[in-house]
T-cell receptor, first 113, second 112 residues
């Protein structure tokens, strides 16, 4: 079983739709959760960063963490064609001397005008 | 404030050759991590450097090695290149004690 599972999609939605992206994980030690956006042939861009369980909102983006279910989500409201990209979930834990990120496979999102 | 920069952006090498990739960390960031991203996959952790020393390593063979310099910039060296080493190599930097990692644009390595 992979430590982090993410449905690779692809996911295609019309402009203005609400998008839900999800990851599950198996390592209960994970405490820091991130969502990155990656455009084709570019490096990942940090979108959202959350610690432990709960919700965090930033503009059209909401990140949700449910540690009891080992499940994290990213919601995009009023999706735009410019949101078309691959979305990667990533997570790490404290207590070690380094903070290596463990990534999901990424979900390819296309928002159609 | 400049972000993370990597060079070169693209590189083609022959199997068995050696390659060096370079990374300049974001201002104020003293920790640099390297990741390998194969096509259609998420990035995989190679290793991390902190204060010029290796500070954790992923499941990569010893022919993957690195350096960090006093100005916190870093190099990734790969010896005896194999076809499977073809990937996007990403560098990420972090501020002291901070788990947020910021990535460069990557170096796309093709081994033929």
């Amino acid at each position: 079983q992979k430590e982090v599972e993410q449905d690779p999609g692809p996911l295609s939605v019309p402009e203005g739709a609400i998008v839900s992206l999800n990851c599950t994980y198996s390592n209960s030690a994970f405490q820091y959760f991130m969502w990155y956006r990656q455009y084709s042939r570019k490096g990942p861009e940090l979108l959202m960063y959350t610690y432990s369980s709960g919700n965090k909102e930033d503009g059209r983006f909401t990140a949700q963490v449910d540690k009891s279910s080992k499940y994290i989500s990213l919601f995009i409201r009023d999706s735009q064609p410019s949101d078309s990209a691959t979305y990667l979930c990533a997570m790490t834990y404290s207590g070690g001397s380094n903070y290596k990120l463990t990534f999901g496979k990424g979900t390819l999102l296309t928002v159609n005008p | 404030e400049t972000g993370v920069t990597q060079s070169p952006t693209h590189l083609i090498k022959t199997r068995g050759q050696q390659v060096t990739l370079r990374c300049s960390s974001q201002s104020g960031h003293n920790t640099v991590s390297w990741y390998q991203q194969a096509l259609g996959q998420g990035p995989q952790f190679i290793f991390q450097y902190y204060r010029e020393e290796e500070n954790g390593r992923g499941n990569f063979p010893p022919r993957f090695s690195g350096l960090q310099f006093p100005n916190y910039s870093s190099e990734l060296n790969v010896n005896a290149l194999e076809l499977d080493d073809s990937a996007l190599y990403l560098c990420a930097s972090s501020a002291p004690g901070n788990t947020e990692a910021f990535f460069g644009q990557g170096t796309r390595l093709t081994v033929v």
